[in-house]
């Protein structure tokens, strides 16, 4: 079982926002980068269809960092077009 601090830093919302490198760290000793966390956190949330983490997801389009702002945009495409298409 994954400890406690462990999971309840790793939801895409909290990842997406900031994620927390100092937990994370503490049981994962490979260097960590917060832009490749985000860039992991919007590509879960589109492919598993969470339109719910849009307004975390639209703000990094704006991103300086350029890998980020495109994967977000992508993202956006995808997790929108999701909702005019039929069932």
Same mark, same amino acid.
């Given at each position: 079982? +994954?400890?406690?601090? &462990?999971?309840?830093? =790793? $939801? #895409?919302?909290? +990842?997406?926002?900031?994620?927390?490198?100092?937990?994370?760290?503490?049981?994962?000793?490979?260097? =960590?980068?917060?832009? @490749? +966390?985000?860039?992991?956190?919007? /590509?879960?949330? %589109?492919?598993?269809? @969470?339109?719910?983490? #849009?307004? #975390?997801?639209?703000? /990094?389009?704006?991103?300086?960092?350029?890998? /980020?702002?495109?994967?977000?945009?992508? %993202?956006?495409? @995808? &997790?929108?077009?999701?909702?005019? $298409?039929?069932?």
């Amino acid at each position: 079982m +994954l400890p406690t601090d &462990l999971v309840e830093s =790793l $939801t #895409l919302a909290d +990842l997406l926002r900031e994620p927390d490198v100092g937990i994370i760290s503490k049981y994962n000793s490979h260097h =960590l980068s917060v832009i @490749r +966390l985000k860039t992991q956190a919007v /590509l879960a949330a %589109a492919n598993t269809s @969470r339109q719910d983490l #849009l307004p #975390l997801i639209v703000p /990094l389009k704006d991103s300086d960092d350029q890998p /980020l702002a495109a994967i977000a945009t992508w %993202a956006e495409k @995808r &997790l929108t077009g999701l909702s005019s $298409t039929p069932k």
